[in-house]
């Protein structure tokens, strides 16, 4: 299995660009292997992102790990405070 995060390439916050970041930032500090999903490069990714969630409004990022969701920006900084982000990332 390999961990997914379903991000936005343009627009959105600033918010939500950080929350990418931060994520990004801890999977390549950790030397996690990844893959990203761009949502704006097509409407259908965003319909699988969100359906994949269970979340017609849901945001960017998601995480998944293969097809278990790992969960949203806030599952992570929650896991990362708690001290167990390879919980998250289910490792």
Known sequence: MSVVVYFSSAGGSREVKQQQ???FQFLDAKKII??????TQSPDLKDEMRKK???PSAIPPQVFNGDKYCGDYQAFFNAVEDGKPE?????
């Open 21 to 23: 970041n931060e994520i």
């Open 34 to 39: 990844y893959r990203t999903l761009d949502i």
């Open 53 to 55: 969630v269970g979340n």
């Open 87 to 91: 919980k998250f990332f289910k490792l």
